[in-house]
């Protein structure tokens, strides 16, 4: 099983970004999906997750009013809009499945059995 990752690249701050995670082996239409991060030098972090109906969605304090995760079930899809970026939000971002039939939103990576290979987001200041 193989989540492909798009999306990424270097921006300055102020700009948006566009991260999409879709994958050809696996449903996601009955999962939670979520986005973490990896700075450098750091552990990795939650930043969202969006619930399987996309009804429900959480995000990290830091990204509050500035991201936006969304899915599309049909296209077995799900995005991250980023804008208004700042520099502090460089790192690898990675989208992840919670492989469990409409479990609740989590912030924990351990509930999350399926991840993405990572994309490099760099925001020059």
């Known amino acids: 099983v193989q989540l492909v990752e798009s999306g990424g690249g270097l921006v300055q701050a102020g700009d948006s970004l566009r991260l999409s995670c879709a994958a050809a082996?696996?449903?996601?239409?009955?999962?939670?999906m979520g986005w973490f991060r990896q700075a450098p030098g750091k552990e990795r972090e939650f930043v969202a997750a969006?619930?399987?109906?996309?009804?429900?969605?959480d995000y990290v304090d830091s990204v509050k009013g500035r991201f936006t995760i969304s899915r599309d079930n049909a296209k077995n899809a799900v995005y991250l809009q980023m804008n208004s970026l700042k520099p502090e939000d460089t790192a690898v971002y990675y989208c992840?499945?919670?492989?469990?039939?409409?479990?609740?939103?989590?912030?924990?990576?351990?509930?999350?059995?399926?991840w993405g290979q990572g994309n490099q987001v760099t925001v020059s200041s």
């Open positions: 992840a499945v919670r492989p469990t039939n409409w479990a609740a939103l989590s912030r924990s990576m351990d509930d999350y059995g399926l």
């Open positions: 082996t696996v449903i996601f239409k009955d999962y939670a």
């Open positions: 969006i619930s399987w109906n996309a009804i429900s969605t």
